[in-house]
Structure formats: C-alpha cells, structure tokens
C-alpha cells in the first residue's frame, strides 16, 4: 500500500465519518414524549420558570410570582406566589408546579398546593362515567372551583364548586361530578382557590388523569 493510497483511504474515512455526524444532527428525536398536563410539545419552552410562570397565568394567576426553581437532570420544581414582595401583601399560598424535560424542553406534569390537598382521584388514575373528589381546602368562604380540562390544549370539559374550609382552616370538601365525554383521553382535575381582592386565582392543585369513555 503506498501513500497516495493510505491519503485516500483517510480522506474516505472522514468523510464517511462527516456524513454520518449530519445524519445523526438531522434525525427526528424518537424520545419520547411524557405524561404531562400543559403545553402541547410544540409550544413548550427552554426555560423552567417561563413556563410556570405561564402555565400559572393560564390558569388565572393575575400577577405570578416566581419564588423558587430546583432543576435536575430532567425534572424541575418551581414554586409560585399570586403576587411578588412589591405588592406588599402577607401572602401564605404557594403553588409548587412540577415538570419534566424532554428534548430539551419542559412541560408541566401536575401542581399542588397546601391550601388545596387532593386525596382522591390519586394521579394518572382512570376515571369514568362519574368522578368522585375528596380533597381538604381552605379557600375564600370555602368556595373551591373545581375544572376538568384536556391536557395540552387545556380546553375546559366541565367546571363546578365544592364547599371546605376558610379563613386558613382546612376543612373537608367532597363532590361527584358527571363525566361527558364519549372519548378516552388524558385530562387533568383542576382545584383553584381564588383572591378576595380581585377574583385572580392564588393557589392551584393540578392532578392528570386519563378519562375513559
């Protein structure tokens, strides 16, 4: 072998070993995508605390804050506050929303809150034909608003109210809600707790389930 021909033989090699590379860069992801109640894969974001600081206003914060981020390897924990310290306002709720990664972006999986304890359905459980809650709330006079949406593009199925506790005392609330859709999907429970203020939601419990008709 001479070295006009071992020069080739590089040559060849890199070559093949550049396409290869491009190849791989160009390839479609075939992760895949994880349980999660919001966005839709194609709108989520980079960013932990964007996108709870987005979810939050989606489902009615007016003002939220952001009080604390954890990121690991492909799980987050971003904790909110209806309003920032600017406000001046002795606030006690906190929503903790939960992500995960996947491919390179984040999307919500659930959200819980103290003031809003959610005992049944348990996540990812299969609900059908009625829906039964048991929860411990504290809520302004009681009132806890309760919604079933679609996961991803958060379309509204049902609301309705259940009665707790107030004045920061939790207290027991219970209900069954009628189901009404005709197509299993994953939908997620929602619990809000609303400001005497201004009616803007100030702490949210946000379980995924999957619906089955």
């Not at 302004?140 to 199925?157: F, G, K, P």
């Not at 309705?160 to 859709?181: C, D, H, I, V």
């Not at 299993?184 to 803007?200: N, T």
């Amino acid at each position: 072998m001479n070295l006009r021909t071992t020069r080739l033989g590089a040559i060849f090699l890199v070559a093949l070993l550049i396409a290869v590379a491009a190849t791989l860069l160009m390839w479609p992801s075939t992760e895949k995508t994880p349980r999660h109640v919001w966005p839709a894969p194609s709108a989520a974001t980079n960013s932990a605390s964007q996108t709870a600081t987005a979810f939050a206003h989606r489902i009615g914060f007016t003002t939220p804050y952001v009080t604390a981020t954890s990121v690991f390897a492909n799980s987050a924990v971003v904790d909110i506050s209806p309003v920032g310290p600017e406000s001046g306002l002795l606030v006690h709720a906190t929503t903790r929303v939960n992500e995960t990664r996947a491919n390179g972006k984040w999307l919500v999986t659930s959200c819980t809150s103290s003031q809003l304890v959610v005992y049944s359905p348990r996540p990812h459980n299969i609900i059908s034909g009625l829906l039964p809650v048991r929860a411990s709330t504290t809520a302004y006079e009681a009132v806890v608003n309760v919604q079933l949406r679609a996961t991803d593009s958060w379309d509204l199925e049902w609301k309705s109210t259940m009665m707790g506790g107030s004045m920061g005392e939790m207290g027991a609330a219970s209900g069954m809600f009628p189901l009404r859709s005709t197509a299993s999907h994953p939908v997620a429970l929602v619990l809000l707790s609303r400001s005497a203020r201004d009616g803007g939601v100030i702490a949210a419990t946000v379980v995924p389930l999957t619906e089955q008709s």
